[in-house]
């Protein structure tokens, strides 16, 4: 089974700094990844994801992500946070080659954005 | 945009009850899912549901867990005798079709066993 890990429950940046949240999954066959954004009270909304082609891919609210296969990651970065992203985002991914793509989750990073 | 929708978005039910999740998904997708997330825990995969039938499930979903799709419009999670440790968020998705494609979520029900 795929394992996925995001280090760092807490990020903490400054309004207008980079944004960095990190991902890593298990697997020695690339997955498919996702990465999900959830405001309080809210369900998980799709910000970006990576099937096939170009690694660097771009979602909505201004994030991308790169996927590095020697490095087994998928890391999430904006290059200047707003005080609007602050929400929990989470890194999902599944496995290719099936029809039935359940998803495996990370833990989850909550991103706060200070004045 | 089209939306998962979920009911009710809070559930408090005495232990050993039954309890019945509602999900509307979206109306052209073709695949479902179930997933649950204990409080502090990772979002949890459940069971995915294609065609009128179970695709895959997890562990979790044991002999007390169900699903079903008795129209054309509504997908539901049945938990027969509650537990306290079934407390979580569950959450509904779909995707209209499988392999590489996203899976759109609702906002979740979450379900309080007292």
């Known amino acids: 089974a795929q394992s996925v890990t995001q280090l760092g429950s807490h990020v903490s940046v400054s309004e207008g700094a980079l944004v960095l949240l990190r991902c890593n999954y298990s697997?020695?066959?690339?997955?498919?990844l996702f990465w999900y954004v959830q405001y309080p009270n809210q369900g998980l909304q799709l910000l970006l994801k990576y099937t096939t082609g170009a690694t660097l891919v771009k979602g909505i609210n201004g994030f991308e992500a790169e996927f590095k296969k020697s490095e087994t990651s998928f890391h999430l970065t904006k290059p200047s946070a707003h005080m609007s992203d602050a929400a929990e985002y989470f890194c999902a991914v599944s496995d290719q080659g099936y029809n039935f793509n359940k998803f495996y989750f990370g833990s989850g990073t909550k991103l706060n954005v200070k004045p | 945009e089209p939306e998962v929708t979920q009911t009710p978005s809070h559930q408090v039910t005495q232990m050993g009850q039954e309890v019945i999740l509602r999900c509307v998904p979206i109306s052209n997708h073709l695949y479902f899912y179930w997933y649950r997330q204990i409080l502090g825990q990772k979002v949890e995969f459940l069971v995915s549901f294609y065609n009128n039938e179970i695709s895959e499930k997890s562990e979790i979903f044991d002999d007390q867990f169900s699903v079903e799709r008795p129209d054309g419009s509504n997908f539901t999670l049945k938990i027969r005798s509650t537990k306290l440790e079934d407390s979580a968020m569950y959450f509904c998705?779909?995707?209209?079709?499988?392999?590489?494609?996203?899976?759109?979520f609702g906002d979740g029900t979450r379900l309080s066993i007292l």
């Open positions: 697997s020695s066959v690339p997955p498919y």
């Open positions: 998705a779909s995707s209209i079709r499988g392999g590489n494609q996203p899976q759109h």
